[in-house]
């Protein structure tokens, strides 16, 4: 379901009062952004900890920033394909462990 989609439910649906609507559409907008922030794509976090590397070792090792590894461990940024590929060599595993599995069922 879209955020357009949650919208047009409410507005359909549910009778408010004006604030009140505005109130609650603010709230489920702000719950969906959340959502979507959340979902996780890499799981770079995980191999780290698996390897015992910290964010600042693998910065140094791939020329970066600490705080771009931050943002990938996060899901807030995602690497290349490149710097992907980088990372699986860097951390010596095969570069499908550092994405999450699709169900394609």
Same mark, same amino acid.
């Given at each position: 379901?879209?955020?357009?989609?949650?919208?047009?439910?409410?507005? %359909?649906?549910?009778? @408010?009062?004006? &604030?009140?609507? =505005?109130? $609650?559409?603010?709230?489920?907008?702000?719950?969906?952004?959340?959502?979507?922030?959340?979902?996780?794509?890499?799981?770079?976090?995980?191999?780290l900890?698996?390897?015992?590397?910290?964010?600042? %070792?693998?910065?140094? @090792?791939?020329? &970066?920033?600490? =705080?771009? $590894?931050?943002?990938?461990?996060t899901?807030?940024?995602?690497?290349?394909?490149?710097?992907?590929?980088?990372?699986?060599?860097?951390?010596?595993?095969?570069?499908?462990?550092?994405?999450?599995?699709?169900?394609?069922r």
């Amino acid at each position: 379901m879209s955020i357009y989609d949650c919208f047009m439910f409410l507005n %359909k649906h549910i009778m @408010l009062h004006p &604030v009140a609507y =505005q109130s $609650v559409v603010g709230f489920i907008y702000l719950l969906l952004l959340y959502i979507m922030a959340t979902k996780q794509y890499n799981r770079i976090k995980a191999a780290l900890a698996e390897k015992k590397i910290t964010n600042k %070792k693998l910065a140094s @090792l791939l020329g &970066v920033e600490p =705080q771009t $590894v931050s943002r990938w461990c996060t899901n807030q940024s995602q690497p290349s394909i490149e710097t992907l590929y980088q990372i699986s060599k860097a951390l010596k595993m095969d570069i499908r462990e550092l994405l999450v599995p699709t169900n394609w069922r």
